[in-house]
């Protein structure tokens, strides 16, 4: 099992620019392939990016060319580089981690809000 942190939410005004954090622990970070959800008030968690072990990117449709994940397997953290914030972004985000690269995998952060304002 691994331990996920998040960070870097916040309230920011549409066109605006944040980026998310997600620190892990507890296990090698290395061999889970990780993803960022997001869950806005009365709609269902969906997902925004993943990443692979080997580096490979995903994204949905309404974040492609916006936001960027990245990860460093030397500090085990994920991240989320959110550009040109629209108000429909605004959501609590969370980090996932899934062993094998089977989204979504059994470890969830605790979230973090991210408000756009228009």
């Known amino acids: 099992q691994v331990q996920l942190v998040e960070s870097g939410g916040g309230l920011v005004q549409a066109g605006g620019s944040l980026r998310l954090s997600c620190a892990a622990s507890?296990?090698?970070?290395?061999?889970?392939?990780m993803a960022w959800y997001r869950q806005a008030p009365g709609k269902q968690r969906e997902l925004v990016a993943t990443?692979?072990?080997?580096?490979?990117?995903n994204y949905a449709d309404s974040v492609k060319g916006r936001f960027t994940i990245s990860r460093d397997n030397a500090k085990n953290t994920v991240y989320l580089q959110m550009n040109s914030l629209k108000p429909e972004d605004t959501a609590v985000y969370y980090c996932?981690?899934?062993?094998?690269?089977?989204?979504?995998?059994?470890?969830w952060g605790q979230g973090t809000q991210v408000t756009v304002s228009s």
């Open positions: 507890g296990s090698i970070f290395s061999i889970f392939g």
């Open positions: 990443i692979t072990t080997s580096g490979s990117t």
């Open positions: 996932n981690a899934a062993v094998g690269n089977y989204f979504p995998g059994n470890s």
